[in-house]
């Protein structure tokens, strides 16, 4: 690991052109608004850092694992969801698409439990966040109590059982970030008419930190059984988190955009920066390539260097061929219609 002298101040989102010297994407001219003509220009930019994220027709990395395939499906066949069967399989497919594509470094065995993680997690977001069983998720999950409700109760085995592949602090990092995830998504469903201020940076940062998971999906990067002790990892452990939530949020703009979208995490960053949304992506955008510089320079090389950027490639080529993004309309020359399919 390299050895990084600590900063006496680290600002939330950095100037960047200003720290940088120059900026690394096209700024907008004054007054401009509409930025469908330089969104894709903006993508390619952080596509750039990732060649491999490119997809590749009949590649390996597009291909899903059959094994992977039949470790979730068998399982799910034999649980009680008590909800039909086609309102949990698109979320659990989702799940697999993530896991397989984004996690294909780890076992076939990880791999499946990260996609029911991750299906589960959809499902109770997309279908009962709403319900009395989820305000007492929570408490009941603590004191491994019974849920209200059968696929909750998956949901938390499912998450116990996960920790198994991870060493301590990966272990415990989901739980937390299981019960951050479930709170936020509480918190956020009760307080959709609350307005935000000027300077608010700090909270949008906050609630999407916690919203996404994204500290059991940096923890996901790294098990226990190729990477036993944390130290090797451990600090790249915050700009993970933060990659993880920004590529999601800058790939989710075209669909949002295109579908009229309100309230978006791109939306409110502009409205907490005072600034346009087309600055407010182009600076996450130029955010998210000097944190991938510096996870390479705290990694350093090695295996857990090359795990991370197989989870970072793998990440962003998801998003270009998942259908619900998007992309192929504006970055044709990157991926096709034939290369959608999950």
Known sequence: ??????????????????????PMTPHFAEGVTDISNLLPCLLRGLINQFPDSIPVPNSDTQRIDPIVEELI???VSKWDMGLPSHIYTKPIIAGHDIAAIAYRHVSPELQAEIALFTGLGILIDDEIIGTPAVREFIPR???SSCQLHPSLDRFAET??????HFAEYGANAILSSTIDYVNSELFQKGAKDMSLSR????????IRGKDGYCEAFAAFVWPKDDFPDPVEFIQAFPDTMEFLALVNDIFSYYKEMKAGEAGTFI???????????????????DYVIVITRRVREILGDGKAREAWESMAAGYIRFHLLAERYKLVEILPDIVSPHDVAI
Not at 1 to 22: A, D, K, R, Y
Not at 159 to 164: D, Q, Y
Not at 199 to 206: A, N, Q, W
């Open 159 to 164: 998450v116990h059982g996960i920790r198994k």
């Open 1 to 22: 690991m390299v050895s990084i002298p600590l900063q006496t101040e680290i600002p939330l989102f950095p100037n960047l052109p200003v720290t940088l010297g120059s």
């Open 73 to 75: 499906w068998d399982k």
């Open 199 to 206: 300077g608010s940076i700090p909270f949008t940062k906050y």
């Open 267 to 285: 939306s409110k960053f502009a409205l907490a920066n005072g600034t346009l949304e087309g600055d407010a992506i182009r600076d996450l955008i």
């Open 141 to 143: 999950f603590c004191t």
